[in-house]
Protein backbone atom coordinates (compact mmCIF):
# COMPACT_ATOMS: atom_id res chain seq x y z
CA UNK A 1 0.00 0.00 0.00
CA UNK A 2 0.76 3.38 -0.81
CA UNK A 3 2.71 5.67 2.34
CA UNK A 4 -0.75 6.70 4.00
CA UNK A 5 1.01 9.64 5.63
CA UNK A 6 1.07 11.00 1.55
CA UNK A 7 -2.85 11.96 2.57
CA UNK A 8 -2.82 16.08 1.41
CA UNK A 9 -4.40 18.87 3.53
CA UNK A 10 -8.42 19.42 1.81
CA UNK A 11 -8.62 22.09 -1.04
CA UNK A 12 -12.11 22.98 1.07
CA UNK A 13 -10.45 23.78 4.07
CA UNK A 14 -8.57 26.79 3.68
CA UNK A 15 -8.40 28.24 7.36
CA UNK A 16 -7.41 25.91 10.50
CA UNK A 17 -9.14 26.05 12.83
CA UNK A 18 -12.18 25.66 10.98
CA UNK A 19 -16.02 24.72 12.06
CA UNK A 20 -18.20 22.51 10.56
CA UNK A 21 -21.99 23.00 12.08
CA UNK A 22 -25.38 21.53 11.61
CA UNK A 23 -28.30 19.95 12.89
CA UNK A 24 -28.21 16.59 14.85
CA UNK A 25 -30.60 15.45 12.03
CA UNK A 26 -32.56 17.21 9.57
CA UNK A 27 -35.97 17.20 10.70
CA UNK A 28 -37.97 19.27 8.59
CA UNK A 29 -37.30 21.66 5.61
CA UNK A 30 -37.91 24.32 7.47
CA UNK A 31 -35.62 23.52 10.59
CA UNK A 32 -33.12 23.13 8.24
CA UNK A 33 -32.91 25.86 6.24
CA UNK A 34 -33.44 28.17 10.00
CA UNK A 35 -30.82 26.54 11.48
CA UNK A 36 -28.17 26.94 8.44
CA UNK A 37 -29.31 30.25 7.69
CA UNK A 38 -28.12 31.10 11.96
CA UNK A 39 -25.21 29.31 10.78
CA UNK A 40 -24.05 31.16 8.30
CA UNK A 41 -23.87 34.61 10.48
CA UNK A 42 -20.46 33.11 11.92
CA UNK A 43 -17.55 31.75 10.79
CA UNK A 44 -18.29 28.72 9.89
CA UNK A 45 -16.44 26.58 7.02
CA UNK A 46 -19.14 23.59 6.58
CA UNK A 47 -23.28 22.79 7.14
CA UNK A 48 -23.92 19.31 8.67
CA UNK A 49 -26.81 17.28 8.95
CA UNK A 50 -27.93 13.55 9.60
CA UNK A 51 -30.09 12.39 7.03
CA UNK A 52 -30.36 8.78 8.12
CA UNK A 53 -29.33 7.86 12.10
CA UNK A 54 -28.10 4.97 13.26
CA UNK A 55 -29.63 5.51 17.08
CA UNK A 56 -28.81 3.13 19.82
CA UNK A 57 -32.01 1.60 20.45
CA UNK A 58 -35.03 1.19 18.48
CA UNK A 59 -37.99 3.23 18.69
CA UNK A 60 -36.01 6.54 18.42
CA UNK A 61 -36.35 9.19 14.91
CA UNK A 62 -34.11 7.29 12.58
CA UNK A 63 -33.75 10.15 10.20
CA UNK A 64 -35.91 11.47 7.28
CA UNK A 65 -34.00 9.80 4.50
CA UNK A 66 -34.14 11.24 1.22
CA UNK A 67 -35.89 13.86 1.21
CA UNK A 68 -33.58 15.64 3.54
CA UNK A 69 -31.14 15.53 0.84
CA UNK A 70 -32.76 17.23 -1.49
CA UNK A 71 -33.94 20.19 1.45
CA UNK A 72 -30.02 20.50 1.86
CA UNK A 73 -29.37 20.68 -1.22
CA UNK A 74 -31.65 23.54 -2.06
CA UNK A 75 -30.19 25.06 1.37
CA UNK A 76 -26.22 24.63 0.63
CA UNK A 77 -27.02 26.12 -2.33
CA UNK A 78 -29.22 29.47 -1.52
CA UNK A 79 -26.58 29.89 1.21
CA UNK A 80 -23.10 28.83 -1.16
CA UNK A 81 -21.92 26.81 1.67
CA UNK A 82 -20.51 23.34 1.56
CA UNK A 83 -22.24 20.54 3.15
CA UNK A 84 -21.62 17.27 4.88
CA UNK A 85 -23.82 14.23 5.26
CA UNK A 86 -23.46 10.66 7.18
CA UNK A 87 -23.61 7.43 5.16
CA UNK A 88 -23.84 4.05 6.46
CA UNK A 89 -24.10 2.22 3.62
CA UNK A 90 -23.69 1.93 -0.67
CA UNK A 91 -26.94 3.48 -1.23
CA UNK A 92 -26.36 6.24 1.27
CA UNK A 93 -22.89 7.08 -0.65
CA UNK A 94 -25.16 6.76 -4.07
CA UNK A 95 -27.56 9.21 -2.98
CA UNK A 96 -25.89 11.49 -1.14
CA UNK A 97 -23.66 12.03 -4.20
CA UNK A 98 -26.76 12.24 -6.51
CA UNK A 99 -27.69 15.71 -3.92
CA UNK A 100 -24.35 17.05 -4.70
CA UNK A 101 -23.07 16.57 -0.85
CA UNK A 102 -19.52 17.80 -0.66
CA UNK A 103 -17.91 15.89 2.19
CA UNK A 104 -19.56 12.81 3.67
CA UNK A 105 -18.84 11.65 6.83
CA UNK A 106 -18.62 8.16 8.44
CA UNK A 107 -20.41 7.04 12.19
CA UNK A 108 -18.82 5.91 15.09
CA UNK A 109 -21.23 3.03 14.68
CA UNK A 110 -19.87 2.25 11.37
CA UNK A 111 -16.41 3.02 11.26
CA UNK A 112 -16.64 -0.22 14.32
CA UNK A 113 -17.16 -2.63 11.35
CA UNK A 114 -14.58 -3.70 8.36
CA UNK A 115 -17.68 -4.99 6.48
CA UNK A 116 -19.42 -1.50 6.46
CA UNK A 117 -16.08 0.90 6.13
CA UNK A 118 -15.72 -1.71 2.99
CA UNK A 119 -19.32 -1.38 1.53
CA UNK A 120 -18.73 2.36 1.34
CA UNK A 121 -15.15 2.19 0.19
CA UNK A 122 -16.35 0.11 -2.55
CA UNK A 123 -18.57 2.77 -3.08
CA UNK A 124 -16.44 5.43 -3.13
CA UNK A 125 -14.03 3.60 -6.10
CA UNK A 126 -13.11 6.58 -8.67
CA UNK A 127 -15.48 9.41 -6.45
CA UNK A 128 -12.87 12.27 -5.76
CA UNK A 129 -14.64 13.55 -2.37
CA UNK A 130 -13.42 14.52 1.00
CA UNK A 131 -14.19 12.03 3.70
CA UNK A 132 -14.06 12.30 7.54
CA UNK A 133 -14.03 9.11 9.51
CA UNK A 134 -15.01 9.53 12.99
CA UNK A 135 -13.13 7.19 15.54
CA UNK A 136 -15.18 3.45 16.38
CA UNK A 137 -17.32 3.71 19.49
CA UNK A 138 -14.70 1.25 21.28
CA UNK A 139 -11.26 2.63 21.97
CA UNK A 140 -9.15 0.82 19.28
CA UNK A 141 -6.80 2.36 17.36
CA UNK A 142 -6.36 -0.02 14.91
CA UNK A 143 -10.28 -0.21 13.77
CA UNK A 144 -10.05 3.36 13.05
CA UNK A 145 -6.45 3.16 10.67
CA UNK A 146 -8.21 0.27 9.19
CA UNK A 147 -11.27 2.35 8.24
CA UNK A 148 -8.99 5.03 7.21
CA UNK A 149 -6.66 2.69 5.15
CA UNK A 150 -9.63 1.35 3.21
CA UNK A 151 -11.06 4.55 2.08
CA UNK A 152 -7.68 5.88 1.29
CA UNK A 153 -6.87 2.33 -0.54
CA UNK A 154 -10.59 3.09 -2.42
CA UNK A 155 -8.03 6.22 -4.05
CA UNK A 156 -9.88 8.70 -1.74
CA UNK A 157 -6.71 11.21 -0.69
CA UNK A 158 -9.09 13.95 1.22
CA UNK A 159 -9.44 12.38 4.27
CA UNK A 160 -10.03 13.66 7.93
CA UNK A 161 -10.45 11.54 11.07
CA UNK A 162 -12.93 13.10 13.54
CA UNK A 163 -12.54 12.39 17.24
CA UNK A 164 -15.97 11.95 19.00
CA UNK A 165 -14.72 9.97 22.00
CA UNK A 166 -15.61 6.26 23.33
CA UNK A 167 -18.41 4.49 24.57
CA UNK A 168 -18.03 3.34 28.09
CA UNK A 169 -20.12 1.35 30.65
CA UNK A 170 -19.12 3.54 33.41
CA UNK A 171 -21.00 6.74 34.00
CA UNK A 172 -19.04 9.72 33.49
CA UNK A 173 -19.22 13.20 33.28
CA UNK A 174 -18.55 12.87 29.33
CA UNK A 175 -21.80 11.08 27.09
CA UNK A 176 -18.60 9.66 25.37
CA UNK A 177 -14.93 9.28 27.07
CA UNK A 178 -12.70 11.64 25.19
CA UNK A 179 -9.15 9.43 25.87
CA UNK A 180 -7.67 12.34 24.20
CA UNK A 181 -4.13 10.03 23.91
CA UNK A 182 -6.03 7.78 21.13
CA UNK A 183 -6.76 10.59 18.73
CA UNK A 184 -3.05 11.75 19.91
CA UNK A 185 -1.63 8.17 18.80
CA UNK A 186 -3.44 8.41 15.34
CA UNK A 187 -1.85 12.03 14.53
CA UNK A 188 1.43 10.64 15.78
CA UNK A 189 1.32 8.08 13.15
CA UNK A 190 -0.56 9.94 10.61
CA UNK A 191 0.77 13.14 10.98
CA UNK A 192 -0.67 15.09 7.49
CA UNK A 193 -4.26 13.86 8.39
CA UNK A 194 -6.47 16.69 9.47
CA UNK A 195 -7.88 15.63 12.80
CA UNK A 196 -11.47 17.10 13.94
CA UNK A 197 -12.96 17.14 17.58
CA UNK A 198 -17.17 16.60 17.98
CA UNK A 199 -17.29 18.47 21.30
CA UNK A 200 -21.14 17.28 21.03
CA UNK A 201 -21.13 14.09 21.26
CA UNK A 202 -17.78 13.97 23.69
CA UNK A 203 -19.85 16.01 25.76
CA UNK A 204 -23.45 14.95 25.78
CA UNK A 205 -24.67 18.55 27.28
CA UNK A 206 -24.22 21.86 26.07
CA UNK A 207 -22.20 23.19 28.70
CA UNK A 208 -19.09 20.81 27.84
CA UNK A 209 -18.64 22.12 24.34
CA UNK A 210 -16.49 25.20 25.04
CA UNK A 211 -14.31 23.35 27.36
CA UNK A 212 -14.16 20.77 24.98
CA UNK A 213 -13.43 22.38 22.40
CA UNK A 214 -10.65 24.63 23.78
CA UNK A 215 -9.07 21.39 25.14
CA UNK A 216 -8.93 20.27 21.06
CA UNK A 217 -7.65 23.27 19.52
CA UNK A 218 -4.96 23.81 22.64
CA UNK A 219 -3.62 19.91 21.18
CA UNK A 220 -4.01 21.68 17.85
CA UNK A 221 -6.94 19.78 16.67
CA UNK A 222 -7.83 21.04 12.71
CA UNK A 223 -11.43 21.91 13.26
CA UNK A 224 -14.89 21.11 15.53
CA UNK A 225 -17.64 19.66 14.38
CA UNK A 226 -20.34 21.28 16.49
CA UNK A 227 -24.21 20.31 16.42
CA UNK A 228 -26.59 23.11 16.08
CA UNK A 229 -30.15 23.43 16.43
CA UNK A 230 -32.61 26.61 16.19
CA UNK A 231 -34.67 25.34 18.86
CA UNK A 232 -32.25 22.40 20.32
CA UNK A 233 -34.94 21.48 23.30
CA UNK A 234 -37.08 20.18 21.11
CA UNK A 235 -34.79 18.72 18.62
CA UNK A 236 -35.60 15.29 17.60
CA UNK A 237 -32.09 14.00 18.31
CA UNK A 238 -29.72 14.35 20.86
CA UNK A 239 -31.68 17.78 22.14
CA UNK A 240 -29.17 18.29 25.54
CA UNK A 241 -26.13 18.68 23.24
CA UNK A 242 -27.60 20.57 20.56
CA UNK A 243 -26.89 24.93 20.87
CA UNK A 244 -28.76 27.57 18.91
CA UNK A 245 -26.53 29.51 15.93
CA UNK A 246 -26.32 32.18 18.57
CA UNK A 247 -24.20 30.37 21.38
CA UNK A 248 -22.46 28.49 18.20
CA UNK A 249 -21.34 31.80 17.56
CA UNK A 250 -20.33 32.48 21.57
CA UNK A 251 -19.31 29.64 21.84
CA UNK A 252 -16.68 30.07 18.51
CA UNK A 253 -15.57 33.63 19.67
CA UNK A 254 -14.70 32.08 23.30
CA UNK A 255 -11.97 29.78 22.02
CA UNK A 256 -8.50 30.72 22.28
CA UNK A 257 -6.58 30.05 19.73
CA UNK A 258 -2.78 29.39 20.56
CA UNK A 259 -0.21 29.07 17.77
CA UNK A 260 2.17 25.93 17.78
CA UNK A 261 5.47 28.33 17.60
CA UNK A 262 6.35 31.79 17.91
CA UNK A 263 8.80 33.75 15.89
CA UNK A 264 9.92 35.81 19.45
CA UNK A 265 13.57 35.01 19.70
CA UNK A 266 13.86 36.15 23.74
CA UNK A 267 10.56 33.69 24.01
CA UNK A 268 11.95 30.42 21.67
CA UNK A 269 15.22 31.37 24.60
CA UNK A 270 13.02 31.12 27.12
CA UNK A 271 11.12 27.88 26.14
CA UNK A 272 14.94 26.01 25.29
CA UNK A 273 15.54 26.16 29.10
CA UNK A 274 12.53 25.49 30.17
CA UNK A 275 12.76 22.32 28.48
CA UNK A 276 15.77 21.63 28.76
CA UNK A 277 15.05 21.88 32.80
CA UNK A 278 12.40 19.00 32.08
CA UNK A 279 14.82 17.04 29.97
CA UNK A 280 17.06 16.77 32.63
CA UNK A 281 13.72 15.90 35.62
CA UNK A 282 12.71 13.42 33.10
CA UNK A 283 15.84 11.84 32.96
CA UNK A 284 15.94 11.53 36.53
CA UNK A 285 12.58 9.57 36.60
CA UNK A 286 14.36 7.28 34.40
CA UNK A 287 17.11 6.68 36.49
CA UNK A 288 14.79 6.44 40.11
CA UNK A 289 12.95 3.93 37.56
CA UNK A 290 16.33 1.78 37.26
CA UNK A 291 17.75 1.96 40.44
CA UNK A 292 14.11 0.68 41.51
CA UNK A 293 14.31 -1.51 39.31
CA UNK A 294 17.56 -3.18 40.93
CA UNK A 295 15.96 -3.31 44.31
CA UNK A 296 13.23 -4.99 42.76
CA UNK A 297 14.95 -8.11 40.81
CA UNK A 298 17.10 -8.21 44.36
CA UNK A 299 13.52 -8.48 46.13
CA UNK A 300 11.95 -10.81 43.57
CA UNK A 301 15.19 -13.20 44.15
CA UNK A 302 15.12 -12.93 47.62
CA UNK A 303 10.86 -14.14 47.95
CA UNK A 304 12.35 -16.81 45.72
CA UNK A 305 14.83 -18.45 47.65
CA UNK A 306 11.99 -17.95 50.61
CA UNK A 307 9.26 -19.37 48.66
CA UNK A 308 7.04 -16.47 49.07
CA UNK A 309 4.60 -15.29 46.43
CA UNK A 310 5.12 -12.54 44.45
CA UNK A 311 2.04 -10.74 44.95
CA UNK A 312 0.54 -9.53 48.70
CA UNK A 313 -2.38 -7.85 48.69
CA UNK A 314 -1.83 -6.30 51.82
CA UNK A 315 1.77 -4.37 50.50
CA UNK A 316 0.20 -3.41 47.48
CA UNK A 317 -2.91 -1.53 49.26
CA UNK A 318 -0.44 -0.16 51.92
CA UNK A 319 1.79 0.83 48.63
CA UNK A 320 -1.36 2.13 46.88
CA UNK A 321 -2.83 4.27 50.13
CA UNK A 322 1.15 6.10 51.32
CA UNK A 323 1.95 7.14 47.61
CA UNK A 324 -1.54 9.15 47.14
CA UNK A 325 -0.80 10.45 50.69
CA UNK A 326 2.83 11.50 49.47
CA UNK A 327 1.40 12.73 46.55
CA UNK A 328 -1.12 14.83 47.86
CA UNK A 329 1.58 16.60 50.15
CA UNK A 330 3.20 17.05 47.16
CA UNK A 331 0.63 18.94 45.49
CA UNK A 332 -0.04 15.92 42.91
CA UNK A 333 -3.00 15.00 41.34
CA UNK A 334 -4.29 11.52 43.36
CA UNK A 335 -5.46 10.02 40.58
CA UNK A 336 -2.40 10.67 37.91
CA UNK A 337 -0.39 9.07 41.41
CA UNK A 338 -3.01 6.20 41.32
CA UNK A 339 -2.37 5.65 37.96
CA UNK A 340 1.17 6.31 37.93
CA UNK A 341 1.85 3.65 41.02
CA UNK A 342 -0.54 0.85 39.01
CA UNK A 343 1.68 1.17 36.52
CA UNK A 344 5.01 0.92 38.57
CA UNK A 345 3.53 -1.78 40.55
CA UNK A 346 2.59 -3.95 37.64
CA UNK A 347 5.98 -3.56 36.30
CA UNK A 348 7.44 -4.73 39.51
CA UNK A 349 5.22 -7.64 39.25
CA UNK A 350 6.32 -8.48 36.24
CA UNK A 351 10.06 -8.28 36.99
CA UNK A 352 9.56 -10.51 39.94
CA UNK A 353 7.58 -12.92 38.14
CA UNK A 354 10.56 -13.21 36.00
CA UNK A 355 12.84 -13.92 38.44
CA UNK A 356 11.12 -16.23 40.02
CA UNK A 357 10.39 -18.07 36.91
CA UNK A 358 13.48 -17.99 34.64
CA UNK A 359 16.25 -20.50 36.15
CA UNK A 360 19.17 -19.11 35.02
CA UNK A 361 19.01 -15.30 35.17
CA UNK A 362 21.04 -14.32 38.59
CA UNK A 363 20.85 -10.97 39.43
CA UNK A 364 23.92 -8.85 40.38
CA UNK A 365 24.92 -7.65 43.39
C1 LIG B 1 -23.70 12.34 14.40
O1 LIG B 1 -22.69 13.03 14.19
O2 LIG B 1 -24.84 12.75 14.26
C2 LIG B 1 -23.53 10.96 14.89
C3 LIG B 1 -24.47 10.03 14.73
O3 LIG B 1 -22.40 10.81 15.55
P1 LIG B 1 -21.59 9.49 16.01
O4 LIG B 1 -21.36 8.67 14.78
O5 LIG B 1 -20.35 10.12 16.53
O6 LIG B 1 -22.39 8.82 17.08
MN1 LIG C 1 -26.11 13.62 17.09
Not at 76 to 86: C, D, H, R, S, Y
Not at 191 to 213: Q, V
Not at 227 to 246: G, I, L
Amino acid sequence: MEDIQSIKSWDVIRDVPFAIAGPCSAETEEQLYTTCKGIKEHDITMLRAGIWKPRTRPGSFEGVGEVGLQWMEKVKTELNMPAAVEVANAKHVELALKYNMDVLWIGARSTVNPFTVQEIADALQGVNIPIIIKNPINPDLALWKGAIERIYMAGIRQIAALHRGFSSFEKTKYRNVPMWQIAIALKSDMPNLPLLCDPSHIGGTRDLILPISQKAIDLNYDGLMIETHCDPDNAWSDAKQQVTPERLGEILDSIKIRKTTSDNQEFNSILETMRSQIDHVDREILENMAARKVLVDKLGEYKKENNVTVFQSDRWLQVFKTRADWGTQLNLDTEFVGKLFKLIHDESIRLQSKVMNDKKEKISK
